[in-house]
Structures are given as C-alpha cells and as structure tokens.
C-alpha cells in the first residue's frame, strides 16, 4: 500500500475550527493550496503503473493504420521506369492503390527499411507482376514515404503519400 499522508495533514488543519478571524480572502487561497497541493501529492502517489506515453514509451507509428482498406485517393503505377507519381495527397481515411505494371515482383513497404514502423498501412506484401494491391487505410494526418523492400536503394521507387 502506498502512504500519502500529506492528504490526511492538509485534511485536518483545515477541518479544525478556530476562534481566531482569519481574512477570508487568504483563507481561501490558503485552502485552494491545499487542495492544489492535495491533488499534486495523489497523483505523484498514484503512479507507480508505468502509464503510456512516458518518455521510455517506444515510439509508434507516425501514421496509423485503420486497418481496413478504405476509399482508394490515389493510385500509384509501378513500371521498370519506377513509381509515378511519386507523390500523392489522400485524405485521412482513404487508402493508396498500387498497380504493378512491371515485369517484376515489387514490395512496397513503410520507411524505415528494414522497420517499416513509420506508416503500417502501407505493409501490405509483394506484388506480382501484373498485380494491384491496395493499402490499409492510413489513420491520421501525416506524411508516409516509402520503398521497395526487394530494392531498397532505387530512388525510382520511393516515394511519399500526404495525408490531410
Ligand atoms: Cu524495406
């Protein structure tokens, strides 16, 4: 059990009836510190579960993934010239489609390689030859760069999805 006894000292002091006229004015401001300092005390008392968020949290993804395909907002081509275009805008929600009109196998994946953490929607496997795949739907506002993890260093086939 965690003690947190400046609650019970602060509880008193001012439960305790005076004979003396004490101003109003700094009665009050004295009892708003004390539910101020009351509070401070419960919470810093109250942690202790780790709680998310906290700077050792891990970072998670910059854009999140509905994890559906939603409305497709653009639709990117993929020859043996690269990605075109190479940067598109969708709106929060929507998905991206990718059209392999190459005569290989491409696997567009989220920066960074090989973590591809960043935009999760977008981590969607290989596509034939001839295939269409479409993303998951990107869940928030942010910007989504990626790569083909078969070819990681070919400018060609990076690009950036904007979503607002
Ligand atoms: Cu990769």
Redesign the pocket.
């Known amino acids: 059990m965690t003690t947190c006894s400046s609650v019970s000292i602060f509880h008193a002091s001012f439960s305790n009836p005076s004979g003396v006229v004490v101003n109003k004015r700094w009665q009050m401001w004295m009892g708003q510190m004390a539910i101020a300092a009351g509070l401070a005390s419960v919470m810093a008392c109250g942690g202790g579960d780790g709680g998310s968020g906290g700077p050792n949290s891990p970072s998670g993804p910059t854009v999140s993934s509905t994890g559906s395909v939603g409305a497709i907002g653009a639709t990117i081509t993929i020859t043996g010239s690269g990605v075109s275009p190479s940067q598109v805008t969708v709106s929060v929600g929507q998905s991206i489609r990718f059209v392999n009109n190459d005569s290989r196998a491409h696997d567009m994946?989220s920066d960074p390689?090989?973590a591809?953490t960043a935009c999760p929607s977008l981590n969607r496997g290989s596509i034939a030859a001839g295939q269409t795949r479409d993303s998951n739907g990107f869940g928030n506002a942010g910007t989504c760069t990626y790569?083909d993890?078969n070819d990681?260093t070919n400018g060609s086939l990076k690009g950036r999805i904007t979503i607002q």
Do not use: F, G, M, V
């Open positions: 994946s390689h090989p591809h790569h993890h990681d």
